[in-house]
Structure formats: C-alpha cells, structure tokens
C-alpha cells in the first residue's frame, strides 16, 4: 500500500523565518519517485521537485532545499528565508511503478506573514 | 513552455445543463488527467488518457464524460451534476503516462465549478 503523510495541516511563519514541512512515505516497492508541489490561492498546482528512490543526494534549489532520508521514509522540504509570495499548500506525492496513481498527502498550508 | 491551459476558469451550470471543460497543453505529453479538488482536499483522480486512449477510469459517475480529440486537447463532458460536484477541476499531463510515474505532471489552473 502506498501512503503519504502531512502531518502539519497549517503552519505560519514570520517572513524571513525558515521553515521545514514534513513528509513522510509509506511503499513496498524499492523503486519510488516522490514529488512536490505548490497550490497558491489561485489554484494551479506547481511541480517543484521530482525525486528518485535510488538517489538520496539533497537538493538546493535558491532558498528551497529537500532532505531525502531512506532510513526514516521522509522527503522534507525547507524554505530559508520565507516570503510572503510562500503562502501557499504545500503538497507531497508518491508515485511507484505500475501504481495508477499519484498518492498526494493532505498538504500543508502555510502562511507567511509579513 | 511547460504550461497547461485549461477553460474557462469559473463555471456556475444549474443540474439539468450541459457543459464542458477544456484542457490544452502543447509540450507533446502523451498523458493527460482529471482531477478533482474538494477544498482543503488533495486532488483525486478523476480519468487518465494515455496516447490519446482511455486507460482509467476512477469509477467516476457517467455524468462526467471525458474525450480526448488529440494529443493536445482535453475535455471533460458535464451532464446532470449534482451539487456534491462542486469542485476545483484539474487537468495536469505529463509526458509518460502514470505507469511510468517517474515523470511529473504539470498541472493547469483548473476551472472552478459550481453545480446549483
């Protein structure tokens, strides 16, 4: 079975302030991409990051940052000095092969104030 | 260009209408989806085209009848809604289908529906 959890359904920050939303994964199969995606107020979903099950290298992105941990099934995701433009859900998926489907958490909101 | 377009961006149809939503991308993706989106819900998935062919079909009712005329186009077909229906719809492609999920989706803004 595959699963996908959000824990933190709403999170707000100072602008400026880092913050670390939390994903963590469920799968048996041993080949898995997980990905990111932003949906801000106006509804489109923006693909951030795709991510590979057989590679575990951190990736930096400008002030987005993604730490990948096999051992404890988490695809963090970091914004180092947020800003309001931010304020966004933020939404972790799985996807396996053969599966049908991508397997989205809940999402997390977040809002930066300013 | 990794956009996706989808028309028109609100809708408010009564039950007994007839409608439709389109969705374009012109990247050459050879898959495409619905979705649907409740609020403060994750998308669900609606329908997948995979070549221009229907390979799933969520077990969505028959009042929502999809048809894909080309690689680049998608409409979504809307008849005897219910207001339960109401709900951000998504079109995202991508350019392998689902069953090889490597490959991200690209999602459109989605038409925000309103059955009354």
């Known amino acids: 079975a595959q699963k996908v959890t959000q824990a933190q359904t709403e999170i707000s920050v100072v602008e400026k302030e880092d913050v670390t939303l939390d994903c963590v994964y469920e799968?048996?199969?041993?080949?898995?991409?997980l990905f990111w995606y932003k949906q801000p107020p106006s509804g489109e979903l923006v693909f951030l990051i795709r991510?590979?099950?057989?590679?575990?290298q951190n990736e930096i992105s400008g002030r987005y940052s993604w730490n990948f941990q096999k051992s404890t099934s988490s695809f963090n995701f970091t914004i180092t000095a947020s800003q309001v433009v931010d304020s966004a859900v933020y939404f972790c998926?799985?996807?396996?092969?053969?599966?049908?489907?991508?397997?989205f958490g809940t999402g997390t909101r977040l809002t930066v104030i300013p | 260009d990794t956009e996706v377009t989808q028309t028109p961006k609100h809708l408010v149809m009564g039950m007994t209408n007839k409608k439709s939503l389109k969705c374009e991308q012109h990247?050459?993706?050879?898959?495409m989806y619905w979705y649907k989106q409740k609020a403060k819900k994750p998308p669900e998935l609606m329908f997948v085209?995979?070549?221009?062919?229907?390979?799933i079909n969520e077990s969505v009712p028959s009042r929502f009848s999809p048809e894909c005329p080309n690689s680049s186009l998608l409409n979504l077909h809307l008849h005897a809604l219910q207001p339960e229906d109401s709900a951000l719809y998504l079109c995202?492609?991508?350019?392998?289908?689902?069953?090889?999920?490597?490959?991200?989706?690209?999602f459109g803004p989605g038409t925000r529906l309103t059955v009354t």
């Open positions: 799968t048996r199969d041993t080949t898995y991409y």
């Open positions: 085209y995979s070549y221009e062919k229907l390979s």
């Open positions: 991510r590979n099950s057989f590679d575990e």
């Open positions: 990247m050459g993706h050879r898959a």
């Open positions: 998926a799985l996807g396996a092969t053969g599966a049908n489907n991508l397997f």
């Open positions: 995202a492609s991508s350019q392998e289908p689902l069953s090889a999920p490597s490959y991200e989706q690209y």
